[in-house]
């Protein structure tokens, strides 16, 4: 990933709705959930939320896909792990063996 697309991403979730939105849409994996649920979810008007879903949408952050009447959204998964692996690559100089555990939760051990 280059830092271009990582600050596009960051700025993007630099709402608090924005980032509420990408939580709740990652929690439902590609099940995804259509705009109402969401608004409802997040005690937002629908109104209020088409204006984040395309900031979202446009940083690849959300995909969409019409269903009927309905528009569902969808977390993009992939991008969201690149970003991690992009924000750790080099953690504690490669020597990930010394860097946080990420799935146990450690605290960090101090790296050389």
């Given at each position: 990933m280059e830092n271009k697309t990582a600050i596009n991403i960051f700025e993007s979730l630099a709402s608090g709705v924005r980032l509420d939105v990408f939580?709740?849409?990652?929690?439902?994996?590609?099940q995804g959930l259509v705009a109402g649920e969401i608004a409802q979810a997040l005690g937002v008007p629908p109104t209020n939320l088409s204006f984040h879903f395309k900031a979202l949408t446009q940083a690849?952050?959300?995909?969409?896909?019409?269903?009927?009447?309905?528009?569902r959204y969808r977390a993009n998964i992939p991008l969201?792990?690149?970003?991690?692996?992009?924000?750790?690559?080099?953690?504690?100089?490669?020597?990930?063996?010394?860097?946080?555990?990420?799935?146990d939760g450690a605290t960090p051990s101090s790296c050389s």
């Open positions: 939580r709740l849409l990652v929690e439902h994996g590609q690849g952050l959300l995909s969409v896909e019409q269903e009927g009447r309905f528009q969201m792990l690149d970003l991690v692996a992009f924000l750790t690559e080099k953690c504690c100089s490669g020597h990930i063996d010394q860097c946080v555990h990420v799935v």
